[in-house]
């Protein structure tokens, strides 16, 4: 069943007072969503990012697939990842820092494409670093001894285009649909933030209370969930939110989440503070690994997907 329903609205300029601070705790335990405004990030950045996009997206398969990603080199275009071991009805164009083989790519035909993407990481990297030092304040946590695990992030920013589809799966389907495509299947995200930037069309939905809700983003307001890395620190006081994207016969969607993740050398656990009263409900993660195994089911039906469940000792 989808409803509509009313996320909290965080102020980012008022993270210095108790009262937003108090609300942001409240929409990461009671929602894991929230609308981010007061961000301070231009509007002629996100317009530009989302008309960049677009035209990205509107390329010939040819030179699409002249920046193809692969297996040894996470950014790139892509067009046929899978969730939860069904194929999405998406295509996506993901860039993040040179890393080993990661190395990002751009196309020959669009110059302009580079400069857009990179000033939008940063100031998305700079919400980011706020918010998490943020959330820890709400936990009554210190998040300095954990900034080392973000010093050398493995964060990126993904542009999604959902082209129109014919057979889409009902916006009130089950979790799994019996008939019909998904843009995303349901999912959490893996890291510890996602900004998320939309054009103002309807698909994502999250899960609240057993029923899929829709959200539908302000113009100049974010997105922002919560992942499995906060949810671990937080031993379950904040969990990760389930959510998936409805295709749709009517209308493309295009979208532009920036993954706040850990370095690749972080290894997270509940957070001591936090287990005072309860014990830690989770093992040590190391995030290279994890990433790893979530990783593999995007290319291939691995079987069952590695979960941050299967790291969960209570």
């Known amino acids: 069943m989808k409803v ?25 335990s ?31 398969a040819e030179s699409k697939h002249q920046v193809l990603r692969t297996e040894e080199n996470s950014w790139g275009f892509y067009d046929r990842e899978l969730t939860k071991n069904r194929r999405d009805w998406k ?38 670093w706020v918010l998490l030092h943020a959330i820890f304040r709400s936990l009554r946590a210190d998040f ?4 080392s695990d973000f010093l050398d992030h493995t964060s990126f920013l993904r542009l999604n285009f959902y082209p129109l589809c014919d ?22 995200d893996a890291g510890a933030l996602t900004i998320l930037l939309q054009d103002g069309n309807a698909g994502l939905q999250f899960m609240r209370d057993e029923v899929w809700h829709g959200i539908q983003g302000e ?13 671990v620190y937080s031993n379950d006081r904040y969990r990760a939110p389930l959510h998936r ?23 997270y656990e509940p957070l001591p503070e936090l287990c005072m009263d309860a014990p830690p409900r989770y093992r ?28 969960r000792i209570v």
Not at 99 to 120: M, R, Y
């Open 4 to 28: 509509q329903m009313e996320i909290l609205t965080i102020d980012f300029s008022q993270l210095d007072h108790d009262h937003q601070l108090s609300e942001l705790g409240r929409a990461c």
């Open 30 to 60: 009671e929602w894991g969503f929230f609308h981010l405004k007061n961000h301070r990030m231009p509007r002629p950045l996100r317009t530009g990012l989302l008309r960049e996009a677009a035209a990205f997206f509107a390329l010939s």
């Open 91 to 128: 295509e996506i164009f993901d860039v993040g820092r040179k890393e080993g083989t990661d190395t990002p790519q751009w196309p020959d035909q669009q110059p302009s494409l580079k400069s857009v993407v990179e000033a939008f990481f940063q100031a998305a990297e700079e919400i980011s």
């Open 144 to 147: 300095s001894p954990r900034r």
């Open 167 to 188: 057979d889409p799966a009902p916006s009130s389907s089950t979790t799994i649909p019996k008939l019909g495509r998904l843009g995303i299947g349901h999912h959490t």
């Open 219 to 231: 113009p100049d307001d974010l997105i922002v969930n919560i992942g499995d890395v906060v949810q």
């Open 245 to 267: 994207v409805i295709a749709s016969r009517s209308q493309e969607r295009f979208s532009a989440p920036f993954f706040f993740n850990p370095s690749s050398s972080a290894r």
């Open 284 to 311: 040590p993660v190391d995030w290279s690994e994890f990433r790893a195994l979530r990783s593999s089911g995007d290319y291939s039906n691995v079987g069952k997907e590695v979960q941050i469940d299967n790291y």
